[in-house]
């Protein structure tokens, strides 16, 4: 077996608890779902996990190695997912009102949020750093190619995230949805999603390495 029995019950519920640890996926997941629904909730966990898989693959091929030795790479990567955090706080402020009809489908679709995601998620190096320091200490070279067991110990961390994360801004949606026809209360809603937004990009721009 590639990855011992013994070996998995110690990894899934230690990333489990990292999954469950509020982070800045989980508050992304969490802003989408707020502003544009349950399935933008949700897209926007697909798309954070779809980040974390690519991550995961370029930590496994090295990429973790290059930025730990190269800080303007790691420095320009980060600054680059502030800006655009930003501009998606921005983009919430600034909103004439609140997203209904055809306005909605277009400004608030599943799509867009996955696509935002992916892009908020791959914008964040300390994420691949992670991996490559977390992940590691449950490959065993002996028991075969350790970048299989990597992506298989990748699947199960992002995995379990995905399904944390959906329920988080599938959650945040169904109440986001009960807002959608009073107006007042959604405008507040499109205030809070902004906020976290610009928080979450504080919180990349002043995090220490």
Excluded at 32 to 52: D, E, N
Excluded at 73 to 102: D, N, S
Aim: include cysteine.
């Amino acid at each position: 077996m590639l990855i011992p029995v013994d070996t998995l019950l110690v990894f899934a519920p230690a990333a489990l608890m990292l999954n469950l640890t509020p982070g800045n996926d989980m508050l992304f997941c969490l802003g989408q779902g707020m502003k544009s629904g349950p399935k933008a909730g949700l897209a926007a966990s697909l798309g954070i996990t779809v980040g974390g898989f690519i991550h995961t693959v370029a930590a496994g091929l090295g990429l973790a190695a290059l930025l730990a030795t190269h800080p303007a790479a790691f420095e320009a990567i980060r600054w680059a997912g502030v800006g655009y955090l930003v501009w998606l706080a921005f983009k919430a402020f600034t909103a004439a009102g609140p997203l209904t009809g055809a306005e909605a489908a277009l400004r608030g679709s599943a799509g867009a949020a996955f696509r935002q995601a992916v892009l908020v998620n791959l914008a964040n190096p300390k994420i691949v750093v992670f991996v490559l320091a977390f992940l590691p200490q449950f490959v065993d070279p002996a028991r075969g190619s350790p970048f299989v067991q990597f992506l298989l110990l990748g699947a199960i961390l992002n995995i379990g995230g995905m399904i944390v994360n959906g329920l988080v801004g599938g959650f945040a949606g169904a109440v986001g949805r009960w807002l959608a026809g009073r107006a007042g209360f959604s405008r507040a809603f499109q205030r809070l999603t902004g906020v976290i937004f610009l928080g979450l990009a504080a919180r990349i721009a002043f995090e220490r390495r």
